[in-house]
């Protein structure tokens, strides 16, 4: 077993949390957006533990949550899926995808197929060549500005959830309408909206494989790299926190001197690195070609209960001026939220890890 990170590992992460300023480019550049896909198709070539460092570096660096998490988004549900099931036509994607000259959203979830995937509406009808396209994706993260989508219908309503396949679309394709960006809680980093398919007409070669694996594939990496994010900003927190009980003074004393100060310090540590470790291990798990269902639902469990509770300890500790907005610290409560909801609620990793249970 080994604990320590090479030579490699420390400086690519180094360069990223050092990085100063951060846009989507940025994020090309420092290998972020593309750093799971192979190096013949533009990325990195990186694979689940090194990519999850890289985010975790990103989540520490970039202090705009938001474009990290769409980062994420972007290459685990979008860039992933492309290079694991791309034909060499959809590949041809892939360079633009990993630095950034594209946007990809991943259009999965419906009005009335959240958690439960195999409820999808939309369908996809054969028709000449291709395929014609109608249904409604009601939560797309990068959805208003991306340039391609990876979205899911149904073409065998008689084979339940195995009876879906995975679309590539290009943004401009006719039919294809997509909304305005809504608000939202947090994460404001990364726009998000609806997309509809109205008589949406694709090629043959639109389609990306059997929906259910093109889609579980993604999610697996999602729930087990995309929350490093969570990891760095955690640390980033957690730091501030210790500076702030360090310098403020109450009743004559510095914060850091009243035990239930620093023990909720502690605590916030202990949750972090117990989160970390667990993500380590699932994506490890997914490196050795494991079976990592159980410790990815694990660890996707750990690291978005550990976000919330670390940021709301933050606001706590930071009294007034952390309730405030534009101190910095209320934003990653509002941030963390959303954790709890994408790439399947804390509910469905529940359900996961009591199926890989036997339960
Ligand atoms: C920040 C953010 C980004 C997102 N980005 C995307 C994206 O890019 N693409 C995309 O397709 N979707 C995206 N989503 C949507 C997300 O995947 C869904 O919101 C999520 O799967 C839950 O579905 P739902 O909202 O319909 O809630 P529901 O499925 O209606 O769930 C509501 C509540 O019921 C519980 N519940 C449901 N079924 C069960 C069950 N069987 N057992 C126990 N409890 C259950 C849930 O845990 C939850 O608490 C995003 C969501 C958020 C918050």
């Given amino acids: 077993m080994e604990f320590g990170r090479t030579a490699a590992q420390r400086d690519r992460c180094r360069t ?9 480019q940025r994020l090309g550049e420092l290998g972020v957006l593309g750093a ?5 198709h533009g990325g990195r070539g990186l694979g689940a533990l090194d990519t999850a460092l890289v985010f975790e570096a990103a989540g ?40 950034g000259t594209l946007i990809g959203a991943n259009a999965m979830t419906e009005p009335d197929a959240g958690s439960d995937i195999g409820a999808l509406k939309t369908t996809a009808v054969r028709s000449g060549n291709g395929y014609v396209l109608n249904g409604v994706k009601s939560f797309v993260s990068n959805g208003p500005i991306a340039d391609v989508y990876v979205t899911y219908a149904v073409t065998d309503p008689k084979a339940g959830h195995l009876g879906t396949t995975g679309f590539v679309v290009d943004a401009g394709t006719p039919g294809l309408v997509r909304s305005e960006p809504f608000g939202k809680l947090g994460l404001n980093g990364c726009s998000a909206g609806t997309v509809e398919f ?15 694996l093109v889609f579980q594939h993604g999610m697996l990496w999602e729930r087990a790299c995309l929350f490093a994010i969570y990891l760095g900003v955690q640390e980033r927190l957690i730091e501030r926190c210790i500076t702030h009980v360090k310098r403020r003074k109450q009743f004559g004393r510095r914060l850091s001197t009243f035990q239930s100060v620093s023990n909720r310090i502690v605590d916030m540590q202990l949750r972090l690195e117990s989160a970390r470790l667990l993500l380590y291990k699932a994506c490890w798990a997914i490196d050795q070609d494991d079976d990592a269902v159980l410790p990815a639902a694990l660890s996707k469990l750990a690291v978005s209960q550990a976000a919330v509770q670390t940021a709301l300890d933050a606001v706590e500790l930071f009294g007034g001026r952390g309730y405030q907005t534009g101190e910095g610290i209320e934003e990653h409560l509002r941030d963390a939220v959303g954790g709890l909801i994408f790439s399947g609620t804390s509910d469905i990793q529940r359900q996961l890890a009591a199926l890989e249970l036997g339960l």
């Fill in 198 to 212: 109205h008589d949406c007409a694709v090629a043959e070669d639109a389609a990306l494989g059997n929906g259910s």
């Fill in 16 to 24: 990223i949390r050092d990085a100063g300023e951060y846009d989507w």
């Fill in 60 to 99: 520490y660096g970039c202090h705009d949550t938001g474009l990290v998490f769409a980062a994420g988004a972007h290459l685990f549900a979008v860039a992933l899926p492309i290079a694991e099931f791309g034909s060499d036509a959809q590949k041809k994607k892939l360079p633009g995808l990993c630095d």
């Fill in 36 to 40: 799971a896909v192979s190096v013949e």
